[in-house]
Every structure is written in structure tokens, then in C-alpha cells.
């Protein structure tokens, strides 16, 4: 009751911001201002809704921003308008396909042929699907997409984030989007068989679960990111509820109405895109990993996305099974 008072009212928790901060607000301290302007991002999702602003934002503070995207054309349009208000913003765009295992293996090889530094790497693409898809990988889509894709990228970019954290003396950090739907999953609907391959699809549960992933990852990542001493930090953010294009397979009478009388429970994209600005470049979360945010603030996940021997079987059986996807021995 009292979060929820403090959300509707928009009162700042501990780090000055709350839910009605917007991504702009967030970035105006001067101190991460100046040394934005010497960053590299990565932002997945960044030609729809939350990655958007994301990428805009970053760009205005002087960050390089690097968008993987699906469609480049759209991905192009975008880039054009950055570049109107934001004239000596340097964006780079490449091609991928975050449901196809060959297709993130492509982006990596490519981006890193590009010898540039990796500060920043936002996993923030995402989708919802009512109806059950598989991959060309045969891996069921939203698992395929909002998990598996994120976690090969993550797995062949850390080295080149970790190297350019020790050279330059800035910690990089790692960001994935997931959501507060993460907690509705109980601990016998979350086995890996039913991840890749679920029976009697459920598209809220399966984006539920892709979402719990997506805080496992962080959990057991920031451990093994803290066992070799980098200096690259893992986090997790649930972004707000946002109209988006994550519901547009979902448009209709019922879901506008529902939107529409939801509608001051709602963010703006731009107060949707503040808490992962905020973990990206606040001076504040300078050391701060394996954690979930929500509202610029510190939050609490569900007790099974924090049950650590959970995190750990996850994340063996998710590399199992890339790298025999790709056929590669496990790193
Ligand atoms: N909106 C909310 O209320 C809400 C709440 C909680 C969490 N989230 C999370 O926030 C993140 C951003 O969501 P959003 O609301 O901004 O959604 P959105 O407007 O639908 O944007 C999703 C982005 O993901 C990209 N994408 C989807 N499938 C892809 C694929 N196979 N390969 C590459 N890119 C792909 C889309 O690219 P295309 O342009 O090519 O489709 C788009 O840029 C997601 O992780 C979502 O789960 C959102």
C-alpha cells in the first residue's frame, strides 16, 4: 500500500528519483554528463518505445550508441531523428535477429571487427506474443528473444567490456530490462524443458518466465563477474508499465479500453526509460551489482529470482545449450 502511494505520487526513494523522474532528469547531474561523452552503449530495442528514448537520451549526454536492430530502415529513421536534436551524436547501426542464435553470432563478430571500446551494454529488447512460435533455432520465441539472445550477446561482448574497463579505468556496466510480472511465476511452472519448449502455451506466463530469466542471468552473471575482479556490474530494471509496442499484437476494443482507464497508472516513455538511464550512468551505482531496480530505486524481486542454486543450474544449462546450438565446445 505505501509503494503504492509513493509510486502514484511520484516521491523520490534514496536516490532523489521516483516513478514520475524522467530519463532526461535522471542524466542532468553534470558529473555523469562529462564522462558520458567518453562512453560506448550498446541498446537493443532501441527502434521501439523504451529503446528509443534510451538510445536518444545516451546520445544527447554524448555516449556513442551502437543499435542492433531487425529493421534498419526503421533503425535509420530513428538515427536521423537523434541526429536532428542531437547534431554530433555518432550512432552506429547493425543488423540482428535476437530470436537467431547465427544472427547475434553475427552481430558480435561484427561490432567487435569494429575495434571499439564496449562501456554500456542495455539488453533491453523484448517481446509478448499470445500465440506459441519457435525460433529458427526451435526455441520457443519470447524465451528465444528476451533470454537466449541477450545472454549469447552478453557471453561474447563481456571480455571486450572487461578489457575496455581496464584500460580506461571506467566501469562498464551491464543492464537487462525485464519486468515485475517476473514474480507471478511459481517454482514448478520454471523448469528449462518448458522454457524451450512449453506445453499449453500460456503467452503471459512464457513472457513471465523469459523475465525471470532475465533477473537469473543478472544474479549468477554479477557473481561471476565479481570472481574474476572485473569492473563491469550487472543489474536488473523493471521499467514501469509503458504504452508501448510490446502490446501491439494486442490492439483491440478490450486492451485500448483497459489502457485507457489504466491510463494515470501509466508512464511516459521518457519516465519509462529513466531507470535504466539511471543505472547506466549514475555516479551513484559506481561498485552496485546484481541488483533490481524499479523507479530509479533499489527494489526487491521475487524470492525465486533470488534463489541462487536456481541462477546457477540456469545459466550451465543456457550455455549447454548455446554452444551446442552453434556448434562450439562450452567456454
Ligand atoms: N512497456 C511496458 O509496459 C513494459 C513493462 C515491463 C517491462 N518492459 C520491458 O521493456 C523492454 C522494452 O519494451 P517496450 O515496451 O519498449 O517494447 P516495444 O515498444 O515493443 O519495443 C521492443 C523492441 O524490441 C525489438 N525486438 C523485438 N524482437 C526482436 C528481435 N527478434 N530482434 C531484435 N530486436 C527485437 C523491437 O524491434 P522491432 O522494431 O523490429 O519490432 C523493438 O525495438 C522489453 O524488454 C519489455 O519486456 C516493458
Known amino acids: 500500500m505505501k509503494e503504492t502511494l509513493r509510486y502514484l505520487a511520484g516521491i523520490a526513494g534514496p536516490s532523489g528519483y521516483g516513478s514520475n523522474s524522467t530519463a532526461e532528469q535522471v542524466t542532468e547531474d553534470s558529473s555523469c554528463c562529462v564522462s558520458s561523452s567518453r562512453l560506448t552503449a550498446i541498446i537493443t530495442g532501441a527502434t521501439s518505445g523504451i529503446g528509443?528514448?534510451?538510445a536518444r537520451v545516451l546520445a544527447k549526454r554524448g555516449a556513442r550508441v551502437v543499435i542492433p536492430a531487425r529493421d534498419l530502415r526503421r533503425a535509420a529513421e530513428l538515427k536521423e531523428e537523434i541526429q536532428k536534436e542531437s547534431p554530433h551524436a555518432e550512432i552506429i547501426l547493425l543488423e540482428i535477429d535476437l530470436s537467431s542464435l547465427t544472427s547475434v553470432k553475427r552481430f558480435c563478430t561484427e561490432f567487435l571487427s569494429l575495434e571499439l571500446p564496449l562501456n554500456i551494454l542495455i539488453n533491453n529488447a523484448g517481446i509478448f506474443s499470445q500465440n506459441l512460435e519457435f525460433s529458427e533455432d526451435k526455441i520457443e520465441m519470447t524465451f528465444a528473444t528476451n533470454y537466449l539472445g541477450h545472454f549469447l550477446l552478453t557471453e561474447m561482448l563481456v571480455d571486450k567490456m572487461?578489457?575496455?574497463?581496464?584500460?580506461?579505468?571506467?566501469?562498464?556496466?551491464?543492464?537487462?530490462?525485464?519486468?515485475?510480472?517476473?514474480?507471478?511465476?511459481?517454482?514448478?511452472?520454471?523448469?528449462?524443458?518448458?522454457?524451450?519448449?512449453?506445453?499449453?502455451?500460456?503467452?503471459?506466463?512464457?513472457?513471465?518466465?523469459?523475465?525471470?530469466?532475465?533477473i537469473l542471468h543478472v544474479k549468477e552473471m554479477s557473481r561471476h563477474l565479481k570472481a574474476r575482479n572485473a569492473r563491469v556490474t550487472i543489474n536488473a530494471v523493471h521499467p514501469g508499465i509503458v504504452k508501448t509496442g510490446i502490446i501491439r499484437a494486442h490492439k483491440g476494443f478490450i486492451t485500448d479500453s483497459l489502457y485507457f482507464i489504466?491510463?494515470?497508472?501509466?508512464?511516459?516513455?521518457?519516465?519509462?526509460?529513466?531507470?535504466?538511464?539511471?543505472?547506466?550512468?549514475?555516479?551513484?551505482?559506481?561498485?552496485?551489482?546484481?541488483?533490481?531496480?524499479?523507479?530509479?530505486?533499489?527494489?526487491?524481486?521475487?524470492?525465486?529470482?533470488?534463489?541462487e542454486s536456481e541462477a546457477q543450474k540456469l545459466l550451465q544449462?543456457?550455455?549447454?545449450?548455446?554452444?551446442?546450438?552453434?556448434?562450439?565446445?562450452?567456454?
Open 262 to 307: 489504466a491510463s494515470k497508472l501509466l508512464k511516459s516513455t521518457s519516465q519509462g526509460a529513466s531507470t535504466t538511464c539511471y543505472v547506466a550512468l549514475s555516479p551513484q551505482l559506481e561498485g552496485v551489482t546484481g541488483k533490481y531496480f524499479e523507479d530509479c530505486n533499489e527494489s526487491n524481486c521475487s524470492s525465486l529470482a533470488n534463489d
Open 162 to 214: 572487461v578489457e575496455t574497463a581496464d584500460k580506461t579505468g571506467i566501469q562498464g556496466r551491464i543492464i537487462n530490462v525485464t519486468s515485475v510480472i517476473h514474480s507471478w511465476v511459481k517454482r514448478d511452472e520454471f523448469s528449462f524443458n518448458q522454457l524451450l519448449n512449453p506445453n499449453n502455451y500460456n503467452g503471459t506466463l512464457s513472457y513471465a518466465r523469459s523475465k525471470l530469466a532475465n
Open 317 to 331: 544449462r543456457t550455455r549447454a545449450l548455446i554452444y551446442k546450438q552453434l556448434g562450439q565446445p562450452a567456454a
Open 52 to 54: 528509443v528514448e534510451t
